[in-house]
């Protein structure tokens, strides 16, 4: 027999298997309950106070807004979000019905909420105490016209030539546009929603005005005077811009969302190509001075030009610029009339049309997009495995009778349509298919009621008086569908042409008119309308049903928005991150209540792996895209930014990831517990005597990986813990970054709280209510246990015999309970027997000693247990054992 001393200190829970192996230390524990290793011992964890009572009604989650001198409980229960006063416990509705699984983000005062069906954007309205649902507008819903039409002169002498009759009609031009804001040709127009930030959104198609188009040249003669002293005149048109539109389609609006409506032009241009390149003294010979004997006589310009139209004028539809020529405030227009037209003020504009602001490219702002995964980083907003709703864009009804022929009209001018008789509203639909890189998809749009008039024999219908066409490039036809009684037609589908600049396609008339078409007193030329006509043959009919609108899915990208602002995810921020489903986005940062900040490089789990992201520099949001390793996170648990790492869960368990390096954090939580002791009726005995301690329903009853399979997880950031709690049984685990140990909590809890640099939890067991998991109180005696794992003291696989057990201590128990300490001994690491303890009664505890074992044992186990004061603590345990041999030598 040798006499050997042995010392260990108490660790952390361990439940790796074997217990017998030879390489691990002793001091680990099966269990450890309300304790934490600070300060180089073991300590008590104290009692986690109260903060509100429980909520009157029952939520699955809570967050916290914490932003912008925002601080308010949001609540989700029964697919309903609720704002929670957590002072009476009473929740005001926000919005219900939501579809899926509910997630949310707060950037600024902005309350982005993620469901299966959309995205919804929410703001803080302080003054009335409540969420204001901000509603996304249609494309800013405006008419444009000309107006103030005038006929303009200019004159030269014959005998001057081409190059004077340029510069006197360009002067002209100049003057009346600087004085007056006078344009000539033609014009397309679009509009824009500006946002609080400066963004544009919502961009329309361009629509086209006609300014004054018909110019014509004469030669007049002067009175007395030969043919050389006959005058050259050109007669051309000028006219202004109006601007229309309705209140009440602007009133539903968010005035401090959407600020502006904006509206932009291309350069006007005019019919034909009347310049230096085009118009010399050999054509002003030709054309003009030969084209008649008389003195007095006048040549169109479309005689001139061959009836050939400026490709400039053709190309206005794609111009490479848009110019700022107007802007109207939102509130204006809400406080404004009901019906307001305003003129466009255009002076100047052949003069500085090149230095005025121009219109950003639409980055896809009229689509909806739907991420089951959202994380707020740096202020943006990051969502990904996307999901995109096709735009709705609106198009105006237009009445049959403002076209006829090759040219438009005016309603005031019905004289020209006695031939065209309406028939009847008919319910139409534009099916506009797009091009997409998983294949095409297809959008319905519902363009309403419209009018129906009989000509020809045919029933026609009016889609556009210029430009048909859909707001996003990728969009390739548009389908026309008409119902005439049960049944569905499809009439026409145009194809539609993806602007070269611009983010939009669109379609029209490739017959423009350029003879002239007798209108009052003038000569006009005219851009075509878009009309359908039809006489519902068998072969145009279609199954109705047969149209569906198919999502396009990315799975595999990542959407960042504009800094501070929800609302636009600009093209060049998408990122395609490997080929599987990305599943949780998070950072090397702690989980501030306010969102995520720095520099740190973005962790992707994916379906298929992680990858990193590195954050670029200007206005490269992030530069480089790497994998990691094929580590695939269990969704079942939320992933966790802690200090300096990222924290998720897989098939194994729990694993931490900082930079590139990875760890994992639960292993030694992945053993049974050790339910032979557990079971044992003296260790159950003493775990349930309410003279002692009754903790005995805080003991584990699964292991650590299918107690994970339902938990939650979340960061104390003030005692460095990452809490793991699953609210279908009566304890948590506590993982502590400074020792490395895992613990346990008395307690768990429906949900966690996150407001840095606290934690709440959410308890409806015991003492309900919301906790704070961060701050201790020792008012209250706090249970505690200390369970060992088996021990070997320094002689594994011998039989040995305690001689004297010293657990080093300084503990004050609860009034009138006592502190228990046992020691049990097993040979086979089944059956477990109880050996020795003691019980000490109510006071301070200093120095225990256990005695000699008597019988030998190849393992041990020790068990502290008692209801705690403060200022308690554990320390070293030492003995001196007595190693026996299994059998006598022969």
């Keep these: 027999m040798n006499n050997l001393q042995v010392a260990f200190d108490i660790k952390g829970i361990d ?39 429980l909520p009157a009604r029952s939520f699955q989650k809570i967050w916290l807004h914490d932003q912008d001198n925002v601080h308010n409980y949001i609540g989700l229960s029964d697919q309903a979000l609720y704002l929670i006063t957590m002072e009476t416990g009473v929740s005001t509705l926000i919005a219900n019905g939501f579809i899926g699984e509910v997630k949310i983000e707060f950037i600024k005062r902005f309350m982005v909420v993620i469901h299966e069906e959309g995205m919804d954007r929410f703001i803080w309205n302080g003054d009335e105490n409540k969420y204001d649902n901000i509603l996304i507008p249609s494309r800013p819903m405006l ?180 110019y700022k020529v107007h802007e109207i405030s939102i509130e204006a227009i809400q406080n404004g009339e009901a019906e307001t037209t305003q003129e466009i003020d255009t002076k100047g504009f052949y003069q500085d049309y090149a230095t005025r602001e121009t219109l950003t490219v639409d980055q896809f702002s009229h689509h909806s997009l739907i991420g089951s995964v959202a994380y707020n980083y740096n202020s943006r ?51 506009v298919t797009l091009n997409t890189s998983s294949g095409d998809v297809t959008k319905i749009i519902d363009a309403g009621v419209r009018p129906f008039a009989e000509h020809d024999n045919k029933e026609w219908v009016v889609l556009s008086l210029s430009v048909l066409g859909y707001p996003d490039a990728r969009a390739k036809s548009i389908s026309i569908l008409v119902q005439n009684g049960n049944q569905w037609y499809k009439i026409h589908e145009f194809k539609l042409k993806a602007s070269s600049v611009s983010n939009y396609a669109y379609y029209h008339s490739p017959d423009f008119s350029s003879a002239p078409v007798e209108i009052t007193d003038r000569y006009e030329y005219n851009f075509n309308a878009i009309m359908v006509g039809t006489d519902f043959p068998v072969t145009q009919q279609v199954n109705i049903n047969n149209y569906t609108n198919k999502e396009f899915r ?42 995520q900040f720095g520099e740190h490089p973005i962790i992707v789990f994916t379906s298929k792996g992680r990858y990193v992201m590195f954050q670029g520099l200007g206005d490269v949001t992030f530069s480089n895209i790497k994998p990691l390793d094929g580590d695939v996170p269990d969704m079942a648990v939320d992933v966790t930014s802690v200090s300096g790492g990222v924290v998720y869960s897989t098939r194994l368990g729990l694993f931490i ?157 609860k009034d009138n309970t006592h502190a228990g300490f046992y020691l049990f001994g097993s040979s086979n690491l089944i059956d477990w027997q109880f050996i020795t303890g003691r019980n000490h009664l109510t006071g301070k505890i200093k120095n225990i000693l256990l005695t000699r074992s008597g019988n030998k044992w190849k393992y041990y186990t020790v068990v502290i247990a008692a209801d705690l004061k403060p200022n308690s603590n554990v320390n070293t345990i030492t003995s001196i054992i007595q190693t026996k041999m299994d059998q006598k030598p022969r």
Aim: aromatic share 12%; hydrophobic share 35%; charged share 25%.
């Design 15 to 53: 439940r790796r298997t074997p217990y017998s192996d030879h390489n691990r230390e002793d001091g680990w524990c099966d269990e450890l309950i309300n304790w934490r290793h600070r300060n180089g011992r073991m300590e008590p964890v104290g009692t986690k106070p109260k903060l509100f009572n």
């Design 657 to 813: 990831a900082v930079g590139t390096q990875v760890t994992q954090l639960s292993e030694v939580l992945t053993g049974e517990v050790n339910e032979e002791l557990k079971n044992n009726p003296h260790y159950q005995f003493f775990l349930s005597d309410t003279r002692l301690i009754n903790i005995v329903n805080k003991l584990s009853t699964v292991d650590f990986l299918t107690y994970l399979s339902g938990a939650t997880i979340g960061y104390d950031h003030d005692n460095k813990e990452l809490l793991c709690t699953n609210n279908a049984f009566s304890y948590s685990y506590t993982f502590n970054f400074k020792s490395g140990y895992w613990s346990k909590l008395d307690t768990s809890f429906k949900l966690l709280i996150n407001d840095y640099p606290k934690l709440y939890g959410l308890r409806e067991v015991d003492v309900t209510g919301i906790i704070n998991i961060s701050d201790e109180v020792y008012s209250e005696p706090i249970p505690t246990l200390i369970t060992t794992q088996p021990l070997h003291l320094s002689a594994p696989e011998v039989f040995k015999v305690v001689q004297r057990l010293r657990i080093n201590t300084m503990l004050e128990t």
């Design 381 to 431: 907003l990051i969502i990904g495995d996307i999901k995109t709703l096709f735009a709705t864009y609106r198009y105006f009804p237009l009445n049959p009778y403002t076209l006829v022929g090759d040219y438009i009209l005016f309603p005031d001018e019905a004289r020209y349509s006695d031939d065209w008789n309406y028939i009847a509203d008919r319910n139409c639909k534009f099916i």
């Design 143 to 322: 008419l444009f016209s000309r107006s103030d039409i005038r006929g303009k002169i200019v004159y030269t002498e014959k005998a001057v030539g081409a190059e004077a009759i340029l510069a006197k009609y360009y002067k002209a031009l100049n003057n009346e546009n600087r004085d007056e804001g006078l344009l000539t040709g033609g014009i397309m127009l679009r509009a824009a929603f500006r946002m609080y930030d400066g963004s544009y959104v919502l961009h329309s198609i361009p629509e086209y005005i006609q300014l004054g188009l018909n110019m014509t040249m004469y030669e007049q003669a002067v009175e007395g005077g030969g043919d050389d002293n006959d005058l050259n005149w050109i007669k051309f048109y000028m006219s202004k811009i109006n601007v229309s539109f309705n209140s009440a389609l602007f009133i539903s609006i968010d005035k401090n969302i959407f600020t502006d409506v904006v509206i932009f032009a291309c350069k006007n241009e005019e019919l034909f190509d009347f310049n230096e390149d085009t118009f010399d003294d050999d054509v002003l010979t030709d054309k003009v001075h030969n084209a008649s004997t008389d003195h007095d006589f006048d040549v169109d310009f479309h005689d001139i030009f061959e009836g050939r139209i400026s490709e400039d004028f053709k190309n206005m539809v794609d111009s490479p610029s848009w």
């Design 554 to 595: 990315d799975e595999n990208r990542l959407q960042i928005s504009e800094v501070n602002n929800p609302f636009l995810f600009p093209a060049e921020n998408s990122y395609q991150v490997g080929t599987g489903k990305i599943l949780d986005v998070a950072t090397n940062t702690e989980p501030l209540s306010s969102g």
